[in-house]
């Protein structure tokens, strides 16, 4: 299961070079929180998610529709 993450991961820094790529990888691991949550593995999936995201998916997961517009449109 930790394949997603680490895909996410990945796909993240490829699209998103320096800072962005934090936020991309937040936008992503927000998606894979949201449908961890919806199968009702967040128990397993929230340790990791919290330990790696540094706490910052726990605030976010709660609104993951704003996240997506921000990464993308990061005139650098």
């Known amino acids: 299961s930790s394949m997603p993450f680490g895909g996410t991961l990945a796909a993240g820094m490829i699209i998103a070079p320096g800072f962005r790529a934090e936020l991309g990888v937040m936008y992503l691991r927000n998606i894979r929180a949201d ?5 009702g593995k967040v128990d397993s999936r929230g340790d990791v998610n919290a330990n ?6 726990a605030p976010i ?7 997506p517009p921000q990464p993308t449109r990061m005139p650098t």
């Open 35 to 39: 449908v961890e949550i919806g199968k």
């Open 52 to 57: 790696s995201g540094c706490g910052i998916d």
């Open 61 to 67: 997961r709660k609104r993951p529709k704003l996240t």
